[in-house]
């Protein structure tokens, strides 16, 4: 009897067995990732073993021709090397191939890594992006220690060039140690040192219970740890004091711009190569030291061709500079500063009231005026502008103005006079529009105020008035363009007439072959 259940056994060993072994052997099975330098390629059908057999598995979800994952990809190759031996496994996941496996995993976003611990894919932790293969190790090695792994020699970090963090506590054993070690392993690119030390009280002048940021012995910055304080507020703290207090926004900084914890931040656009630059950067810089922890200054260099990206998204063009726009990332509503004085004062009030919720926001288009087009000069605003330029029954005439400058309230009665004086031509609509408070999308060119001509053509053609801005040239240019555009109207006539024709006889051909056919 025993030796027949022992049979039996055996038997179903040996079928479970070959049942897992055909399983893996089938093309739909689970099968093992490749490893290309140490790193696995990890895809929907070799995702679930690779979690079960190492007990740590850190994976890049990454997105190719992503700004990071160059970066990152490197990062995760020099780590792979260094960890070869270990129970850490690195890998990735083509998020563009393996929407599935993303949409399974909940991995949302441009950028996400994270570790997965002993097979459990509900409860991963995640890793900050890391800027070498070096914060890898660093940031694993912290997750495995404690607070005790920070204490060094301070003189050593005192020399050092790179910025250091530095937790001066009267007990080492104390809540804020913890919080302290806990903002140390969330960024693994900084160093971290705890300290005790009661000479540092006179050399720095500090309290206890502080955490200070030294670079080449210079005291950076302080901060005085309170019960309350958090492990994100420290993180903030030091990530701000760790920038400048105006970032250049460049291929280097972006990612470090997009990652700060403040959320709120104030862009200046500027053309570093202009005469007034130096003047306007140091009212923006000289603002930004009162604002830090609220609000990240960033400086965005319009003559830098790589930045066009960013000057796309912000809707800013290269002639509008210089120029100041604050961001809420949280809510994605931009404010623009109303002014073209941009000096100290300005600046802080403009930021002022963007923190206290007074400054208006500004908007793809302001709402449509009443009685807008009743008046000699139409009042346009995004919602209405192409309608009215592009109407090829119409020769519009619109002025781009600030209503914040001089040179653009200047012209106002200029522009009524010129209304007042083609009111009894109807194919005629002179109109003016907020540049400041409506995004103007078409290509234009100069700066604002602004005299643009729209022709009454099927074509969607802008002509930039540059000449002297009285009444009787602003006429004369008007007759000329108008007299241009009947001669192209009738090209453009004949050139629709040609195409009408020429449908209408492909449609007859295709009708008589049909005919043929049956």
Known sequence: MVAMRRALLLAATAVC??????????????????????????????????????????VYFYTPLSGDSQRIMTAFKGAAAE???????????????????????????????????SGDKHNPVDCPAPQSSASILTWLKRREGSAADLIADLSQSEA????????????????????????????????????????VINKYGLTHDVVFLLKKSKLIQAYKMMP???????????????????????????????ASPVLSHALL?????????????????????????????????????????????????????????????????????????????????????YLNGTAKP????????????????????????????????????????????????????LWEGLAEAVKAREDVVIARIDASANDINMSMQGSYPSLCLFPALHAERVVVYSGKRKLKDLIKFLDKEMEKAKKDRVKEEEDRRKYIEAVKAEEEKKANKTKDEL
């Not at 270990?86 to 393996?98: A, M, P, W």
């Not at 492990?231 to 997009?258: C, H, N, R």
């Not at 119409?394 to 103005?401: A, E, Q, S």
């Open 83 to 117: 960890l070869q031996g270990s129970e850490v496994k690195l890998g990735v996941v083509d998020v563009t191939k393996e929407k599935d496996l993303a949409k399974e995993l909940n991995v949302t976003g441009l950028l996400a890594i994270r570790l997965y611990l």
């Open 269 to 353: 656009f500027v053309n570093k190569s202009s005469a007034e630059f130096t003047e306007i950067y140091s009212a923006f810089n000289g603002v930004a030291e009162s604002f830090r922890l609220r609000i990240l200054f960033v400086m965005v260099n319009v003559d830098e061709p790589r930045n066009g990206r960013l000057m796309e998204y912000f809707r800013v063009r290269t002639f509008e500079a210089p120029l100041i726009r604050l961001v809420n990332l949280t809510t994605h509503v931009t404010y623009h500063l109303p002014s073209d004085t941009l000096d100290v004062e300005t600046i802080r009030n403009f930021c002022l009231s």
């Open 160 to 199: 050092s060039g790179e910025l250091t963090a530095v937790g001066f506590f009267k007990e080492l054993n104390h809540t804020y140690v913890q919080v302290f070690y806990a903002a140390a392993i969330d960024l693994p690119d900084m160093n971290f040192v705890v300290t005790e030390d009661d000479d």
């Open 362 to 413: 500004k908007m793809q288009s302001e709402p449509i005026p009443d009685g807008w087009d009743q008046q000699p000069v139409k009042q346009l605003v995004g919602m209405t502008l192409e309608k009215v330029v592009f109407n090829p029954d119409k020769t519009v005439f619109v002025l781009f103005y600030l209503p914040y400058t001089q040179e653009s309230i200047v012209l106002f009665p």
């Open 228 to 258: 309350q304080t958090s492990k994100e507020e420290l993180i903030i703290f030091i990530t701000v004091y760790q920038m400048d207090p105006v970032t250049e926004y460049t291929g280097e900084t972006a990612a470090g711009i997009l």
């Open 17 to 58: 067995l070959f049942a897992f072994v055909a399983a893996d052997a089938q093309p739909g099975g689970d099968k093992s990732p490749p490893d290309k330098d140490g790193v696995l390629q990890l895809e929907k059908g070799n995702f679930r073993r690779s979690l079960k057999k190492h007990k740590q598995l850190l």
